[in-house]
């Protein structure tokens, strides 16, 4: 015979059951980890590599660039203090914050619409050399999205530019990254630009992001380093 604890015991377990069963499940949604910034990077330089050190901007630098093969774009060094330094696009389309270091922190366009990588976008880590490397975590919040991004970066080669009249000594650059929606588990393809840094210009003088190409388009001397 079953005592009767039992049964009650039996009963109530049921009973918990069909109430779980006929709850609707709740949506999931995956809240991603706020961004690391800079995670790896190479300390150590090969003996005897050049080392090229981080640009120094003044108000007004201008660096006005080729997009494509119809719009010109690029942008004018604006305000500089100990937050870093704001640019202001040449066609009033955005300004940018860049952060010590040269880290990207937040866009804000026209309309007053405001993306802010968090901690930072670090596109840059110096000094630099031919094959170093380094890699970021960060997070993309702005237009109504957050998304992570994960950045690859190495400076490939020394090469040599002819744009136009001008020639440029240049480090190759080439990011690899990935970005995560925070409702998906699933990551976007892997995504690739290139990037030319000039050390006399004191920024790119090429890049290609999304099969597009800006290119150095000259007349904006006060941005070469002297």
């Known amino acids: 015979m079953i005592p009767p604890q039992s049964v ?12 779980t069963a006929c709850q609707a499940p709740a949506p999931v949604v995956r809240r991603l980890p706020e961004g690391s910034g800079l995670v790896e990077e190479d ?6 590599v050049d080392l090229i050190r981080a640009p120094k901007w003044s108000v007004g630098d201008r660096f006005v660039y080729q997009r494509g093969d119809m719009v010109e774009t690029g942008f004018v060094v604006e305000q500089i203090d100990d937050q870093g330094i704001w640019v202001g696009e040449l066609n009033g389309v955005y300004r940018q914050w860049w ?11 026209a309309e007053g619409q405001t993306i802010r990588n968090v901690p930072g976008d670090a596109r840059f880590s110096w000094p630099l050399w031919i094959g170093k490397r380094w890699s970021s975590r960060f997070v993309r919040d702005g237009g109504g999205r957050r998304v992570v991004v994960e950045a690859r970066y190495e400076v490939e080669a020394r090469e040599f530019l002819q744009i136009g009249d001008k020639g440029f000594d240049c480090l190759r650059i080439v990011r690899r990254y990935r970005t995560f929606d925070e409702r998906s588990s699933e990551s976007s393809p892997e995504l690739t630009g290139l990037y030319w840094y000039s050390p006399s210009v004191g920024w790119l003088v090429r890049k290609i992001e999304a099969g597009v190409m800006e290119e150095w388009a000259g007349g904006a001397q006060s941005a070469l380093r002297r």
């Open 8 to 19: 009650v015991k039996v009963v109530v377990a049921c009973g918990i059951l069909l109430l």
């Open 43 to 48: 300390l150590e330089p090969p003996r005897g």
């Open 99 to 109: 952060g010590p270091g040269f880290t990207l922190q937040e866009s804000v366009s």
